[in-house]
């Protein structure tokens, strides 16, 4: 029996509530956490059957912690999600941008609106999620406090748009990863498959570029690496990488990868599930 629960960093209102409302329809039944490890917690044991988890963004770079979580907890990556990112600046009613001293945000939508917020010089307050600093925003009552969020947040806790697209750059783009052990339905996806993969090398010289370079002689693009510590070994590092192309259907290249690696997983073979 197929679990429907989708588990969330954030509340609802957020970027990641969305993303799993756009996805799978408006009524889905979603958990909503404070952090991405009580996200894959909740698939791991069964809470929910899907995580949904952002893995870059455009401006502001990696979320580079949620590698590690990829590595630990191994829930399949079935599929990946662009969602362009509006940032709002969000008060209360009737509150003017010279009464507001301070903002608060998750710090990925604080480095996204940087160029905004530097010259205004408030004080900046870093909270576990966007639509969670609204909600807390409404609560408190607080006229001289802002908040950074999406404007379904504002809609959501009856807040008003202070200023609308704050965002450093209009082409700003998260990037979300679908985790699930179970099948997504096809008629979702609606571009060519992507493998990520996790892996080791030998900490000798060429070891990478062994890598590379069976990557070069199968004609396979690599569209994003990243190095992570690799614990329990000081100043040694794992791997994380994108190909464009399903490792399946690539004749030896798995194989010739494990070859030129210490350890080699795959994460996922998914496609784009954007619309």
């Known amino acids: 029996m197929l679990n429907a629960f989708v588990s969330i960093q954030g509340?609802?209102?957020s970027f990641h509530h969305i993303v799993a409302r756009t996805l799978f329809g408006p009524d889905t039944p979603c958990l909503y956490r404070d952090t991405f490890r009580e996200v894959c917690e909740d698939v791991a044991c069964d809470r929910s059957g899907t995580a949904i988890l952002a893995i870059e963004n455009s401006i502001a770079g990696s979320l580079?912690?949620?590698?590690?979580?990829l590595a630990q907890y191994r829930i399949p990556v079935?599929?990946?999600?662009t969602l362009r990112i509006a940032q709002q600046l969000i008060a209360h009613p009737g509150v003017a941008l010279d009464e507001i001293t301070e903002v608060w945000s998750h710090p990925m939508a604080i480095e996204q609106c940087r160029a905004f917020l530097d010259p205004l010089r408030l004080t900046i307050l870093e909270k576990p999620d966007t639509a969670g600093s609204v909600r807390e925003l409404k609560e408190s009552?607080?006229?001289?406090?802002a908040a950074i969020s999406s404007a379904a947040s504002a809609d959501l806790y009856g807040m008003c748009v202070l200023r609308a697209d704050i965002e450093t750059d209009p082409h700003n783009y998260t990037r979300f990863l679908v985790l699930t052990h179970q099948d997504l339905p096809q008629a979702l996806?609606?571009?060519d498959k992507k493998t990520s993969l996790h892996f080791s090398v030998a900490d000798?010289?060429?070891s990478l570029a062994r890598v590379l370079a069976v990557l070069d002689s199968f004609k396979v693009n690599m569209s994003k690496i990243e190095s992570r510590p690799k614990v329990g070994s000081t100043w040694k590092y794992d791997f994380f990488c994108d190909i464009?192309?399903?490792i399946r259907s690539v004749d030896g290249l798995f194989d010739a990868l494990a070859g030129a690696t210490e350890r080699l997983n795959v994460l996922g073979v998914y496609g784009d599930l954007s619309s």
């Open 189 to 191: 996806f609606r571009a």
């Open 141 to 145: 009552g607080r006229r001289d406090v």
């Open 64 to 69: 580079i912690y949620n590698y590690d979580l």
């Open 204 to 206: 000798a010289p060429g």
């Open 244 to 246: 464009t192309t399903d």
């Open 78 to 81: 079935k599929g990946e999600f």
């Open 11 to 13: 509340q609802p209102g």
